[in-house]
T-cell receptor
Framework: GQQLNQSPQSMFIQEGEDVSMNCTSS?????WLWYKQEPGEGPVLLIA?????ELTSNGRLTAQFGITRKDSFLNISASIPSDVGIYFC?????????????FGTGTRLKVLA | KAGVTQTPRYLIKTRGQQVTLSCSPI?????VSWYQQTPGQGLQFLFE???????NKGNFPGRFSGRQFSNSRSEMNVSTLELGDSALYLC??????????????FGEGSRLTVL
């Protein structure tokens, strides 16, 4: 199935450090969504982006809609242990004549206290 | 307001059986979409329903089907189960804006294990 390139795949960081992850594609998107998923749970929406260049924050999280409309970035500042989980991007794009969301491969974040 | 509710949360079936999963979207949301999540393939789109009509469909075999009722609740069915159908099945409800976009709100999923 179709997936977006998301990097890094996983990362261990120290508590208090900043984290960056991104999603890239050759396709153009009209919306980017960022999610966090914890074991045994469904993805929880963190941030939604609708315009190229848009920068949106949600607490310690900041996400940007790339200018080219082909990528998006998520930053987490001053990480804490509860940030542990898998982070996904989702891009909304026209494919095969219909609009669909395509998901990134996920970034597994582990925070060391 | 209440979130997306999926039932059952966990189920175990054997090959060849069929299964029906249920999803109740957020009140007022008329669009429901279904996704399959596996470690190898990630989140893959199954289908989307809007006002009881299938509006969009992913690349899954005909064994996967769904429907939506007048109250926006949705069900998906998988017939003749295969081992590879073991996955977390996620339902998402959406309010689509006029610019053909919207946010997906997911339920907690139904974990299907096929033995």
């Amino acid at each position: 199935g179709q997936q977006l390139n998301q990097s890094p795949q996983s990362m261990f960081i120290q508590e208090g450090e900043d984290v960056s992850m991104n999603c890239t594609s050759s396709s153009i998107f009209n919306t980017w969504l960022w999610y966090k998923q914890e074991p045994g749970e469904g993805p929880v929406l963190l941030i939604a982006l609708y315009k190229a260049g848009e920068l949106t924050s949600n607490g310690r999280l900041t996400a940007q809609f790339g200018i080219t409309r082909k990528d998006s970035f998520l930053n987490i500042s001053a990480s804490i242990p509860s940030d542990v989980g898998i982070y996904f991007c989702a891009g909304h794009t026209l494919t095969s004549g219909t609009y669909k969301y395509i998901f990134g491969t996920g970034t597994r974040l582990k925070v060391l206290a | 307001k209440a979130g997306v509710t999926q039932t059952p949360r966990y189920l175990i079936k054997t090959r060849g059986q069929q299964v029906t999963l249920s999803c109740s979207p957020i009140s007022g949301h008329r669009s429901v979409s279904w996704y399959q999540q596996t470690p190898g393939q990630g989140l893959q789109f199954l289908f989307e329903y809007f006002s009881e009509t299938q509006r969009n469909k992913g690349n899954f075999p005909g064994r996967f089907s769904g429907r939506q009722f007048s109250n926006s609740r949705s069900e998906m069915n998988v017939s003749t189960l295969e081992l590879g159908d073991s996955a977390l099945y996620l339902c998402a409800s959406t309010v689509w804006t006029g610019e053909n976009t919207g946010e997906l709100f997911f339920g907690e999923g139904s974990r299907l294990t096929v033995l």
